[in-house]
């Protein structure tokens, strides 16, 4: 009979501020994998790459290969993270325990009033009228997107996209841009200065059979036409570097959807733009902001 795979899971509870260090050890120890789950039945919109977002009572939870023993791994978690440790557990899984508990925690979710993100094995569809991005999560997917992507995908469910030429610039997931295709928009252009992210964008892109109305790109190799509507969900550093090329990639009256932004730093935003766009009040939520600008 074939044996099946184990695997150690060491489950530690800490706070919002602790995360990234607990994460830290448990990468050093040699974890497969590391996730983050809610550890309160908390609200919260999910962190994504670059963001700071967290739940103020985080579960952290490592994923190991079954070569040790729990106790051994206990004391080296223990070892590695010194004084001060959290309180942690420590179980062994069977291969498809792992995937149904990671599968458990993982649901579709509704942005507006008829955009949903899906992940590709729920196969219901959550409403007759719903536009479904098929979206498979990453192992720190948890429960839901950034506040800053929400308000990005709130915007899309409410936008006129037909025929519209769109550009994605910081396309990451490329979450942003297929669902835009599935608003209506005809062509995306997605950039990013990050080629693993322009390969997630591709497959997505393939897995939601709208890979040919996206094409991917290097910054420094996007040439393309300007386009009815540009995303740019990064942050307000980079953001205010790239106005005067933000600027030159929209169509005269096109839309510019600034995104990763917090609330004070709208000023700051506004001086840069206000040369070729006039900006909208901030959209917000959790602190974080979207600002809506037309070119002139």
């Not at 291969?95 to 599968?103: F, G, I, M, P």
């Not at 939601?208 to 996206?214: H, S, T």
């Not at 307000?236 to 790239?242: E, M, Q, S, V, Y």
């Amino acid at each position: 009979m074939q044996n099946t795979t184990q695997w150690l899971q060491i489950i530690v509870n800490t706070s919002a501020d602790n995360s990234d260090i607990v994460s830290g050890h448990l990468e050093s120890l040699g974890a497969l994998a590391v996730t983050l789950q809610d550890g309160a039945d908390e609200a919260l919109f999910e962190t994504v790459p670059h963001s700071e977002s967290r739940w103020q009572t985080t579960k952290v939870i490592g994923l190991f290969d079954n070569d040790r023993t729990l106790e051994t791994l206990g004391e080296q978690f223990a070892q590695q993270y010194g004084g001060n440790c959290p309180s942690f557990e420590i179980e062994l899984l069977e291969d498809d325990a792992w995937e149904r508990r990671y599968l458990e925690h993982v649901k579709p979710m509704k942005f507006g009033q008829r955009l949903w993100i899906c992940p590709s094995w729920i196969d219901a569809t959550p409403a007759p009228d719903a536009r479904i991005v098929s979206l498979d999560p990453g192992l720190a997917f948890g429960t839901g997107t950034h506040a800053t992507t929400s308000l990005c995908l709130e915007w899309i469910d409410r936008c006129d996209f037909t025929d519209k030429t769109v550009i994605d610039y910081g396309c990451g997931s490329g979450i942003l841009a297929v669902a835009a295709i599935k608003c209506g928009a005809r062509h995306v252009d997605a950039v990013d200065h990050d080629e693993q992210a322009l390969l997630a964008t591709a497959n997505n892109a393939e897995k939601n059979r709208c890979r040919d109305q996206i094409e991917v790109f290097l910054p420094d190799q996007f040439n393309g036409d300007s386009a009815d509507i540009v995303f740019a969900n990064i942050l307000a550093g980079p953001l205010i570097d790239l106005a005067e090329t933000l600027a030159a990639v929209c169509n005269s009256g096109a839309n510019l959807i600034l995104s990763g932004l917090l609330s004070y730093q709208y000023p700051a935003l506004h001086n840069a733009y206000s040369p070729w766009f006039e900006l909208g009040p901030g959209q917000e939520k959790e602190g974080w902001i979207l600002i809506e600008c037309q070119k002139r």
